[in-house]
Structures are given as structure tokens and as C-alpha cells.
């Protein structure tokens, strides 16, 4: 395992570490056995970053994790989520007695005495613009109820206007193969100033594992069955925004490139960490094989200049019409 600095946080994160949103909910039928191997098994091969949130399962994400602090001595970081409990979902939602009811709340599920890390959970873009919210923030690492904050963010704009305010230490976007704006846009500002970066949505919800096929079935609760078209949340949470089919044909020009012994899914990690701002990518893991196999990619030799150039073409090609303009 690899390890890089997260920002402001000062925290050294695995560069591929456990994204916790496939154990909680919306992915199908959860086996929590399985998940709690698949968390263990995480710690045994170095990952040190585990990223949740409050709404994961209505909590039961967080919940598992306390479960392997408690089993573990072993030292990790985890990153939490607040803002979507909120309905309606609106900025205005976001006041210091709300933030605070979900702050506790995810404390009581995480058995922790202070949050190592919060994010607002991919805010409604006017909030970017309301110093307001950040100086909440600020108070609440005063108070010793979260030790830093940063956003998970929809779109490179409110990246952008995330990192202005100077205490936020991380921005959580979708970043990967078939996602590529926020290297060509916000990268540059990000390390600038000093700001983590956590990739996630790493595997496009599946399609960058190879995996899938056009008659794959989903089931009725996996948000890749009924949040195609952005009926449930934001369209490029399922996909990375991208047309199924489309999707389908851009892995078909990418398996070429895939060395030998490796899968197309370690593949697409490493191409993530070729970045230096990442500080990691967060791929799901439902059981402790999928952890096994992300965890490899990190200790994989760097893709070479070709290999990037033809992602990019792939992208160029393919992709950059359905995405780069929108997110």
C-alpha cells in the first residue's frame, strides 16, 4: 500500500482506501458478515481511509465502522457526510442547529468522541456562496466536535468556489476515467491550496470494473436501475453521468490497454493515482475479494504516457460530449 498527505487535514490516507456508501444501501442486498470481512480484510492490507456518510443506509455505514473500531486496534481515519438528511434538500437547511443535530447524530453512530473528518454532502450550489455556513464549520472544530471539514461536490464550479474558504481541507468529487474535467480545471487550484482530493465514484458505479454487460440486471434498490436519468439525486452519481450503453463501448476500447495479470478495474485506480493531487480514490467494496483486488492497484507500476494518451482519447471520443459540459 501506497500513502499520500490529505491536505490540510495532515492525515497520511491510503492511496486507495474503502468507500463505505455500498455497504449501507442503494447497491442492492447488503450482507453485513460479508461487509464487516470486507472492512477487516481492508485493514490488513494498509487501507487507512474509510469514507461514509450520515444517510448510507440511514446510518447503518457508519454503524458497521464503529462495529470495527471496536474490533480493531488498528489506527484508520474516516470520513463522514452531513447535509442529506435535509428534505427538502435546500441551502437553507444547512443552519448551525441542523448541522449540529447531524453531527451528534453521526458521533452516536460512529462512537467517537470528535468526527476526524465531515464534508457537506454535495450542497445545493448557492450554499458555495454563503460564508455563513463555513463560519458554522469553524465553530464546531473549536468546539472539538469534528477535527477539519471539506465538501463532496457535484461539479468542478463548486469545487472551485469550495476551496476559497480557507479552512476547507478536502473536496470529495467524481473523478476517473470517464470523468476527466476536474484534472484539466481544478487540480492546479487544489494544490495550490493545499486542499486533499478524494476521487470517488472511481469505477463509474461498475461499468470501469468490465464487469458489465447490457443484460445485467440490477435490482430494483441499486441506484444503477432507478437513477439513470437523475431521478432519485444528481444523474452523475450512476454511471459518472455517462449513457449506459456508451459506457459499455468506451470499456471495450480500454481493455486493450490493460497489462497482463492485471484486471481492467486495477487498471482504472491506477490511472487515478498517475495524478498527484489525489490524495486517494475510494472504490466500493461489498466483500473482502473486491477489497483485495482494489488494494492492489496501488502498488501497480505507473501507467506509461501511451496509456494515458489513449484514455484520453477514449474520453475525447467518447465521453467528453455527454459529461465535460455538464459537470
Known amino acids: 500500500m501506497q500513502y499520500r498527505k490529505l491536505g490540510k487535514t495532515g492525515y497520511d490516507v491510503?492511496?486507495?482506501s474503502f468507500g463505505a456508501w455500498a455497504i449501507g444501501g442503494t447497491w442492492g442486498q447488503v450482507d453485513d458478515t460479508q461487509s464487516m470481512a470486507a472492512l477487516h480484510r481492508a485493514l490488513d492490507l494498509g487501507i487507512t481511509f474509510f469514507d461514509t456518510a450520515d444517510v448510507y443506509g440511514d446510518g447503518h455505514s457508519e454503524r458497521l465502522i464503529a462495529r470495527l473500531r471496536?474490533?480493531?486496534?488498528?489506527?484508520?481515519?474516516v470520513a463522514t457526510k452531513a447535509g442529506r438528511r435535509l428534505d427538502p434538500h435546500v441551502a437553507g437547511g444547512y443552519t448551525e442547529a441542523n448541522l449540529r443535530r447531524?453531527?451528534?447524530?453521526?458521533?452516536?453512530?460512529?462512537?467517537?468522541?470528535?468526527?476526524?473528518?465531515?464534508?457537506l454532502h454535495c450542497p445545493p450550489t448557492v450554499l458555495y456562496r454563503q460564508p455563513e455556513v463555513f463560519e458554522v464549520l469553524d465553530r464546531f472544530v473549536q468546539d472539538g466536535l469534528i477535527r477539519h471539514y471539506g465538501v463532496s461536490v457535484e461539479l468542478v464550479s463548486e469545487a472551485l468556489e469550495a476551496i476559497r474558504h480557507e479552512n476547507v481541507a478536502t473536496v470529495q468529487?467524481?473523478?476517473?476515467?470517464?470523468r476527466l474535467k476536474p484534472a484539466d480545471a481544478f487540480f492546479a487550484a487544489a494544490r495550490a491550496a493545499n486542499v486533499g482530493i478524494?476521487?470517488?465514484?472511481p469505477l463509474a458505479s461498475g461499468?470501469?470494473?468490465?464487469?458489465?454487460?447490457a443484460d445485467t440486471p440490477f435490482a430494483a434498490d441499486d441506484h444503477r436501475a432507478f437513477n439513470r436519468q437523475g431521478e432519485a439525486f444528481d444523474k452523475?452519481?450512476?454511471f459518472s453521468g455517462v449513457e449506459y450503453a456508451t459506457g459499455l463501448e468506451a470499456v471495450e476500447r480500454l481493455r486493450p490497454l490493460v497489462p497482463q495479470g492485471v484486471t481492467l478495474a486495477q487498471f482504472a485506480l491506477r490511472w487515478i493515482l498517475m495524478f498527484p493531487e489525489v490524495s486517494c480514490a475510494i472504490p466500493g467494496a461489498r466483500n473482502p475479494q473486491q477489497v483485495e483486488?482494489?488494494?492492489?492497484?496501488?502498488?501497480?507500476?505507473?501507467?506509461?504516457p501511451e496509456q494515458m494518451d489513449a484514455v484520453r482519447a477514449v474520453y475525447d471520443d467518447l465521453i467528453r460530449a455527454q459529461v465535460h459540459p455538464h459537470w
Not at 173 to 178: D, K, L, Q, V, Y
Not at 198 to 201: E, F, G, K
Not at 293 to 304: E, H, I, K, M
Open 102 to 119: 447531524f453531527i451528534e447524530r453521526s458521533l452516536k453512530n460512529l462512537e467517537m468522541d470528535a468526527l476526524d473528518l465531515v464534508q
Open 70 to 77: 471496536r474490533e480493531r486496534p488498528d489506527p484508520f481515519i
Open 207 to 213: 461499468l470501469l470494473t468490465g464487469k458489465l454487460r
Open 236 to 238: 452523475g452519481e450512476t
Open 293 to 304: 483486488s482494489n488494494a492492489a492497484a496501488a502498488d501497480l507500476p505507473p501507467l506509461t
Open 173 to 178: 468529487i467524481i473523478f476517473n476515467a470517464f
Open 14 to 16: 491510503s492511496t486507495i
Open 198 to 201: 478524494l476521487a470517488r465514484v
